[in-house]
């Protein structure tokens, strides 16, 4: 397990020294979107527009943070569980996006894009907003603002600690639960 | 009759919704800090320090432990002898939710199921009422987050599965849920009743103490064998190995229709949000 400070927009060469395991600290800007702003922006891609952000070399944070209160740039804002964007991981890893991160299981449509395209799929711990949140210094709505907690943002990131589940070579690092051994 | 305000519980409501979202429960950090000692991977113990780190932090700086605040779910005992006065108890707590989510700056996560539109304030809340002996109003709230509770499952066993056939869904379900719930997570099950109340009473043990033993020492047994099994499938805190994929397993058994055997899986993530008051 090695570790690594990483900026965006992430490179083709930042991606391949990864490895399931490896802890990443990523620094610069990175786009929250989660279920419905993944939708939004499959609707922008169908229709031949823009998308409300650059998508080569990005980070998708899937997560919806909590209200900021005064004197805070971001409310609480750990990840949200990563499955329910695998519908639409591979075509934005088509089209540029190097990484993604949540938390939890990824299809096997995702793992086969992050090879094909070079990209990454990052853990941070679920649960733990609060202190993630410290590593997010600034956090600007720049579309979608009628969708609340679900809306993008921009969010510049310093030192955010991250852990490499699903590498561009195949690693995983998630453990496949022992059934046998639980119902013997 | 004795008379609650209608104040009182509007204020209670609001408090709890605070107060559970911003501190962890002391027998959650207790459970940690054992999970912390006996684990030996150095990945799990990461995610456990991380995780009580979270909590201290969330307590000095009232952000919420986590950034989904859950959907408002209530489990509400109304004493026969008393009555609350100047307004309906179900709006009263609706209002309360309002107020706490709005003032704690709690993510409102309650939207409509199809246009995914998003209420605006936390609200409705999920309520289930009973009706008790006494004079008290006892209001039992619960963060339930939408990662864990996507989780959970109910299904209806032949009665010739028995013991056996509640142990294996309970724990494939678990095994297949991995990383997703935010584990470790506490799991609550309903065996009996009818379908739907199945899933009622797996979800009210959830409000029980992570350190309790069930008074009924079959039923204790029957917890113990069932933690026992799921801790046995090493997925570990935040699935990525260890001996802590649950903190505990909290079983409500009730009876049922001789044709049935009703069974639901409730999965609450390690926070394990929850707060009771009694006016």
């Known amino acids: 397990m090695a570790e690594y400070k990483l900026n965006t927009p992430l490179t083709d060469e930042d991606i391949e020294q990864l490895k399931a395991g490896d802890v990443v600290f990523l620094t610069g800007t990175i786009h929250s979107a989660r279920d419905a702003a993944h939708k939004k922006l499959m609707e922008l891609l169908d229709a031949g527009k823009e998308l409300p952000f650059d998508l080569q070399g990005s980070a998708i944070y899937y997560v919806g943070p909590s209200p900021a209160p005064p004197g805070r740039p971001i409310g609480s804002a750990g990840p949200t569980t990563s499955y329910r964007m695998d519908t639409y991981a591979p075509r934005l890893h088509s089209l540029g996006m190097k990484a993604s991160i949540g938390k939890g299981k990824r299809s096997d449509e995702v793992k086969a894009a992050m090879k094909e ?64 051994a639980a119902l013997q | 009759m004795r008379e609650i305000q209608a104040a009182d519980v509007v204020e209670a409501v609001a408090k709890m919704c605070i107060k559970a979202n911003t501190e962890l429960p002391q027998d959650v950090r207790n459970k940690f800090e054992q999970a912390m000692e006996e684990e030996t991977s150095p990945s799990a113990k990461e995610v456990l320090r991380q995780l009580l780190e979270n909590a201290d932090l969330s307590k000095e700086t009232k952000l919420p432990l986590c950034q989904d605040c859950g959907l408002a779910v209530f489990y509400i005992e109304v004493g026969d002898d008393c009555k609350v006065v100047g307004g309906n108890l ?50 039992a709230y619960m963060a339930k987050g939408g990662g864990a509770e996507n989780m959970s499952r109910v299904t209806m066993l032949a009665p010739a599965q028995g013991w056996e056939g509640i142990k294996k869904f309970v724990v494939e379900r678990v095994a297949e849920a991995g990383p997703n719930p935010c584990p470790p997570t506490v799991i609550g099950v309903g065996i009996g009743g009818t379908f739907e109340h199945a899933a009622k009473i797996a979800k009210k043990g959830l409000l029980r103490k992570l350190d309790d033993t069930n008074p009924d020492p079959e039923i204790a047994a029957k917890e113990k064998e069932l933690e026992e099994a799921i801790n046995k499938l090493g997925i570990g805190p935040m699935g990525l190995g260890g001996k802590t994929t649950v903190l505990g397993v909290k079983l409500t058994m009730e009876p049922c229709h001789l044709a049935s055997l009703p069974l639901a899986v409730n999965v609450q993530c390690h926070s394990q949000r929850h707060e009771e008051v009694e006016l």
């Not at chain 1, 956090?139 to 609340?148: H, R």
């Not at chain 1, 600690?161 to 496949?176: Q, R």
């Open chain 1, 117 to 180: 395209h070079k990209g990454v799929y990052f853990g941070a711990t679920g649960g733990a907003g609060a202190l993630l949140s410290n590593s997010i210094v600034e956090s600007t709505v720049i579309a979608f603002d009628e969708l609340g907690p679900e809306a993008i943002r921009a969010m510049k990131v310093k030192d955010f600690p991250l852990l490499v589940i699903n590498d561009c070579h195949g690693g995983e690092l998630y453990v496949k639960p022992d059934l046998d």
């Open chain 2, 90 to 139: 179900r709006e009263l707590i609706n209002e309360g939710v309002r107020k706490g989510y709005d003032e704690g700056f709690l993510r409102k996560s309650a939207c409509d199921p199809l246009t995914r539109a998003n209420t605006g304030d936390g609200t409705p809340a999920v309520i289930h009422f009973d009706m008790v002996p006494g004079d008290k109003l006892k209001i």
